[in-house]
């Protein structure tokens, strides 16, 4: 409650983050992305406004995490939150160069995949295995496509926000079950375990992938 009540007061400056975030945090169960958290060194790969960031930073003690995204305005966002709350175990990033020599337990990449096309993301997934130890997983979520109401209202959602330039990527591209578990094979990832995660109102393909 303390955490909502802090993301409320500071986005309440700029209506648009204040809806977003908002509804972010009142419909995602960040409690279960949580249990898979592995290790105390996490990559947040394309962050965004950094909620997921800022959620582990708060419930997982000696954590240190790196929130990394191409758009400065939410690493900006971000970075105002971080510093005017005192957290000082996020540190933002806009370049992977700059932490080129890091390597993380866990990478989280949360509605990242799905903006980009099939080539786009094979090779971010084969950038991420420079940042991964032996022992380390990449948590995914992502559009998954199927018949559902769910998946279409999903879609319709992602649309609208990719038209009013509120996501970035060139494209929004749900997938098949079969479909994502190729491209990460293809990538060189295996299905280390698939999440039972159930966002409301989003149609999310949930996995954890390993080397």
């Known amino acids: 409650m303390k955490l909502y009540f802090e993301l409320l007061c500071f986005s309440l400056k700029n209506l648009n983050i204040f ?22 060194n996490i ?3 394309g962050c965004g406004h950094g909620l997921f960031s800022i959620y582990l930073s708060r419930y997982i003690k000696g954590i240190l995490i790196h929130s990394y995204d191409i758009d400065n305005q939410r690493i900006k966002v971000l970075n105002s939150f971080v ?16 932490i080129k020599d890091y390597k993380f337990d866990t990478v989280l990449v949360v509605g990242v995949l799905s903006l980009l096309d099939d080539n786009e993301v094979i090779k971010i997934m084969n ?11 990449i948590i995914i979520s992502e559009i998954l496509k199927n018949n559902s109401l769910t998946f279409k209202f999903h ?29 990460f ?10 999440l039972n995660i ?12 390993k080397q």
């Open 155 to 183: 879609i319709f959602r992602e649309k609208i926000l990719k038209k009013i330039n509120f996501t970035k990527g060139t494209t929004i591209k749900p997938r098949t079950k079969e479909d994502w578990h190729e491209l």
């Open 43 to 45: 990559l947040d790969f």
């Open 198 to 209: 159930n966002i409301f109102l989003h149609s999310t393909i949930d996995l954890s992938l």
């Open 83 to 98: 510093n005017n709350n005192f957290i000082n175990n996020i540190k933002t990033v806009n370049d992977l160069i700059l």
């Open 185 to 194: 094979e293809l990538s060189g990832f295996k299905i280390h375990k698939t």
């Open 127 to 137: 950038d991420l295995k420079f940042f991964l130890n032996k022992d380390s997983k």
């Open 19 to 40: 809806i977003f975030l908002n509804l972010r945090f009142l419909i995602i169960p960040f409690k279960k992305y949580l249990k898979e958290v592995h290790g105390k």
